[in-house]
């Protein structure tokens, strides 16, 4: 019976016991993997100190029993001071959960605030999460999550961000990293900055916010927002917000009111739209359908003007060729159309050692100017211009052509114009038809000279042809000498064929044999092939210097004609009576 009464007991005893709850265990807190990586430090860290909460205690069904401060709560570590609505200290791993409120002020001055914070006194590390705001003297810093790292004094961000700074600027980012002591930003990924003059968009951007400078190692964009069409393009530079200057030092390119600037190197200052570039630099003006390569570069935003130095050369791109210049300096510009106020005329200046080449055009001067929007050019200073078979100089010639047919309407000459053509092209005789005035223009039709008018003093030498009824071949009759105060000359076939002397016109045709060869010629005659540029590359040369066409001279039948004049005066001379002497 006595058995039995206490195994009874001994059953009741264990029920009542198994249903007691055992005290809770303080299981220690889990850090996100942010906090294991340890910084290196001289010193071990201190605990956290609790300064001030309004209660206190320990919760068995909350944070793992651990101390739960709340109202006003302030704890301090080492100079930083963490305060928040609620706070869980996990005295053990000296680590700390902030609720509702949350800011952290560091002991240089630099404030976060956030709904939720962690911070492990140990590695002197926290994560700030949710409307988080970083603050110092410099910027501010706004996102989600903040990873914040006290040893060197970063916090590092990968949630997406917008950084205000104190000069006006706007950032975003994905990702970036802060080193609070020397206002390093490291930008990760596309990021954008965002100023009242500009918008820079970059993949790879570090900005220190002390010296205003930023640095980009991958495509970068820095575009104007007064001109959106205006900007700058590299994979590799600086920047300094403070100046305004860019330094571009890989693939760069400066985009200036239609034109663009690319060279090894190159420098813009957006203060004052001044840009240079040096090494393979370019000028490209697509609008214009022509490009200039150089040495040395200098593009001007605000003028909308550019120079290229240093063995520079132009090439006008056209449908069905090009023409090819070159000079020691190329300016071009843009003006106001006076006839249009929102229209421009884009102008192209060449100085020193001008040289041309088109297949069907070829000059060289020592300056030019070129209306490229009228279509009108200017070779200057002792210029020569051959088109086919002819040759023209004087004090000054203009080129008129028509930019979207792309033709060449008329040329003028003004001062000393001389114009000279082969008379026959299919020969090697030194036959040329001449036309000197002190002004001249020139007409074309496709390209090819259709008339020419000589005004002022004008004088002509040219050859006159006539057809064999029989043979129907042309046969040259003779020579005509013209002085008269205007010249008209027509040409048919490329061949001169009518030549009109008016105002005081005195004209003298000769036969062959009545003309000597230096009759045929006027004294300034310079027929320059040595000069004449036949291919493109020759335009790099001071003169190409080929060799002089060697003409045959046919003064057969003035030489024939000569003599028997001669010997005919020998006839006619009276003969002298010989004396005899006595």
Not at 159 to 173: A, C, E, K, L
Not at 222 to 246: D, P, Q, W
Not at 562 to 570: D, F, I, M, S, V
Request: proline letters at 3%.
């Amino acid at each position: 019976m006595k058995k039995s009464f206490f195994v009874v007991l001994l059953l009741i005893f264990v029920r009542i016991f198994s249903q007691v709850t055992p005290p809770t265990q303080n299981t220690g807190v889990v850090k996100d993997p942010f906090f294991k990586n340890q910084n290196p430090q001289t010193q071990p860290s201190k605990k956290v100190k609790h300064v001030h909460s309004d209660t206190a205690g320990k919760k068995p069904d909350k944070y793992e029993g651990n101390m739960v401060f709340s109202g006003n709560v302030q704890f301090e570590h080492q100079g930083s001071v963490l305060t928040a609505n609620e706070v869980v200290w996990y005295e053990k791993e000296n680590f700390l959960k902030a609720i509702g409120n949350a800011v952290l002020t560091t002991a240089d001055g630099n404030r976060i605030t956030a709904e939720e914070m962690e911070y492990d006194g140990n590695t002197q590390r926290g994560i700030a999460r949710k409307n988080v705001v970083l603050t110092d003297p410099k910027q501010t810093i706004k996102t989600e999550t903040l990873y914040y790292d006290k040893i060197p004094n970063t916090a590092y961000f990968n949630t997406g961000g917008t950084i205000y700074s104190n000069d006006g600027s706007v950032m975003y980012t994905k990702s970036a990293t802060y080193y609070l002591n020397s206002k390093m930003i490291d930008f990760i990924g596309r990021s954008n900055i965002e100023t009242d003059k500009y918008t820079i968009i970059s993949d790879n951007i570090k900005t220190n916010q002390n010296t205003g400078v930023s640095d980009f190692t991958g495509p970068t964009t820095i575009r104007s927002k007064e001109n959106y069409a205006n900007y700058v393009y590299t994979e590799l530079g600086t920047h300094n917000s403070k100046t305004g200057e860019s330094f571009l030092n890989k693939n760069s390119r400066i985009h200036n009111n239609g034109k663009i600037l690319t060279g090894d190197k190159l420098y813009f200052n957006r203060n004052t739209g001044f840009g240079k570039g040096t090494g393979n630099v370019t000028l490209d003006d697509p609008q214009q359908k022509r490009f200039i390569k150089g040495g040395y570069g200098e593009i001007y935003e605000k003028k909308d003007s550019a120079m290229v130095t240093d063995k520079p050369y132009a090439v006008k791109i056209l449908s069905k060729d090009s023409a090819y210049f070159s000079a020691e300096k190329f300016i071009t510009f843009q003006r106001p159309d006076s006839a249009n106020a929102l229209k421009k005329k884009s102008y192209l200046r060449a100085y020193r050692k001008v040289r041309i080449f088109k297949t069907n055009m070829q000059g060289r001067g020592d300056s030019l100017s070129f209306n490229e929007t009228d279509g009108e050019m200017h070779l200057m200073r002792k210029p020569i211009l051959w088109m086919g078979v002819k040759q023209v100089t004087g004090d000054e010639i203009r080129v008129y052509s028509n930019p979207e047919k792309e033709i060449t309407d008329s040329i003028r000459v003004l001062g000393n114009a001389f114009a000279i053509s082969k008379a026959d092209s299919l020969n090697l005789k030194d036959e040329f038809n001449q036309i000197k005035s002190k002004n001249m223009i020139v007409y074309l039709n496709n390209n090819a000279i259709d008339s020419a008018k000589a005004v002022g003093n004008a004088q002509a030498i040219t050859y006159a042809d006539d057809e064999d009824k029989k043979t129907k071949q042309m046969k040259r009759i003779g020579v005509m000498l013209s002085t008269c105060g205007e010249i008209t000359a027509e040409f048919l076939e490329r061949r001169l064929e009518i030549v009109s002397c008016n105002i005081g016109a005195n004209n003298d045709t000769y036969p062959m044999s009545q003309i000597s060869k230096e009759e045929r010629f006027f004294k300034d005659f310079n027929w320059n092939t040595k000069d004449r540029l036949q291919k493109p590359s020759d335009i790099f040369l001071d003169t190409p210097n080929y060799p002089e066409i060697v003409y045959e001279s046919d003064n057969t039948l003035f030489n024939l004609a000569e003599a028997e004049r001669k010997k005919q005066e020998e006839k006619n001379k009276p003969k002298t009576p010989v004396r005899v002497k006595k």
